[in-house]
């Protein structure tokens, strides 16, 4: 069974430092992995997704995370807050056994302080 | 192309009562799924469907029941609503597509049905 686990449900940054949210995974089968966000009182919007290939993937609004298989992890990183990525993340993770299922994270609440 | 799409958005029943949940996408996604969001606890599956005619059980599919007669459809039923399933709920759509594709492997959400039930 596969499963994931985010440190942090709630994580502050000033606007301007770094951001840092931890994901690490349980998985028997080489994963697929993915960050989700969401902002209030919307659907999720995937960030990026690593499956095959190269480690470092590039998501949208200048997020990136890196696959670990030695660490079982997927942290997801940005050099520079902005106000506008204050949202709740949800790392996930996917086996490749066709159906698509996704195991979600309980999610970290992202703040940004002026 | 309105992506995925929920009816209603809020919806409040009391204990015994029925509903069904309408889940539709514009996209042919061969796959769709139904979540349940609850505080501190993410989004678990419900229940999934592979395509057209065929559903299965997902982490948490006691109380619910599914239908994928067409297959831009998926309808999540609740037969005797519980105060236990008063959550966001949230369907999502994919296509197993090819590795090559940009939108492969991954699911589109559609905004998410609030229910309470009292």
């Known amino acids: 069974a596969q499963s994931v686990t985010q440190l942090g449900s709630h994580v502050s940054v000033s606007e301007g430092a770094l951001v840092l949210l931890r994901c690490n995974y349980s998985?028997?089968?080489?994963?697929?992995l993915f960050w989700y966000v969401q902002y209030p009182n919307q659907g999720l919007q995937l960030l990026l997704k690593?499956?095959?290939?190269?480690?470092l993937v590039k998501g949208i609004n200048g997020f990136e995370a890196e696959f670990k298989k030695s660490e079982t992890s997927f942290h997801l990183t940005k050099p520079s807050a902005h106000m506008s990525d204050a949202a709740e993340y949800f790392c996930?993770?996917?086996?490749?056994?066709?159906?698509?299922?996704?195991?979600f994270g309980t999610g970290t609440r992202l703040t940004i302080i002026p | 192309n309105a992506g995925v799409t929920q009816t209603p958005k809020f919806r409040v029943l009391k204990t015994g009562q029925s509903m069904t949940l309408l889940c539709a996408q514009d996209?042919?996604?061969?796959?769709m799924y139904w979540y349940r969001q609850d505080p501190g606890m993410g989004l678990r599956l419900i229940h999934y469907?592979?395509?057209?005619?065929?559903?299965a059980k997902g982490e948490v599919p006691d109380g619910y029941n599914v239908s994928r007669l067409k297959k831009q459809n998926f309808l999540l039923g609740l037969e005797s609503a519980a105060p236990s399933q008063t959550s966001v709920y949230f369907c999502?759509?994919?296509?197993?597509?090819?590795?090559?594709?940009?939108?492969?492997?991954?699911?589109?959400f559609g905004p998410g049905t609030r229910l309470t039930v009292l």
């Open positions: 999502a759509s994919s296509d197993p597509g090819l590795p090559t594709l940009s939108s492969y492997n991954e699911q589109f």
């Open positions: 998985s028997s089968v080489p994963p697929y």
């Open positions: 690593y499956t095959t290939g190269a480690t």
């Open positions: 996930a993770v996917s086996d490749n056994f066709g159906n698509e299922k996704l195991t």
């Open positions: 996209m042919n996604h061969e796959y």
């Open positions: 469907s592979v395509g057209e005619g065929t559903t």
